[in-house]
């Protein structure tokens, strides 16, 4: 079992930043791939970014590649997601999941086992 905390979210300008973590406990953190995901009202919940286990790779979904950034700190056991240049459709909760996987990068949700609780991102314009 992954317990997962996500924080860091909250009311932002278009174009702020806002850095989201995600601090596991429990199993061995370093032993999942680990991915981003958001779901705005009235929407699915789509894929943002995902990391190896190691952060060598990553893979972030189109609508934010060059805006977001995906990074891991095995040693303090956190996720991030760094976000730039913010835009109204943005808003959404963001999760963080840990990946069935090891080193494999999945953009399903149906390949995360454990997920946070999600944390709210609004941005205003």
């Known amino acids: 079992q992954v317990q997962l905390v996500e924080s860091g979210g909250g009311l932002v300008q278009a174009g702020g930043s806002l850095r989201l973590s995600c601090a596991a406990s429990g199993r061995t953190f370093s032993n999942y791939a680990m991915g981003w995901f958001r779901q705005a009202p009235g929407k699915e919940r789509e894929f943002v970014a995902t990391?190896?286990?190691?952060?060598?790779?990553?893979y972030a979904a189109d609508s934010v590649r060059g805006r977001f950034t995906i990074s891991r700190d095995n040693a303090k056991n956190t996720l991030y997601l760094q976000m730039n240049s913010l835009k109204p459709e943005d808003t959404a909760v963001y999760y963080c999941?840990?990946?069935?996987?090891?080193?494999?990068?999945?953009?399903?949700?149906?390949?995360?086992?454990?997920w946070g609780q999600g944390t709210q991102v609004t941005v205003s314009s």
């Open positions: 999941a840990a990946s069935i996987f090891k080193d494999r990068l999945s953009t399903s949700a149906t390949m995360y086992r454990y």
């Open positions: 990391i190896s286990w190691g952060g060598s790779r990553a």
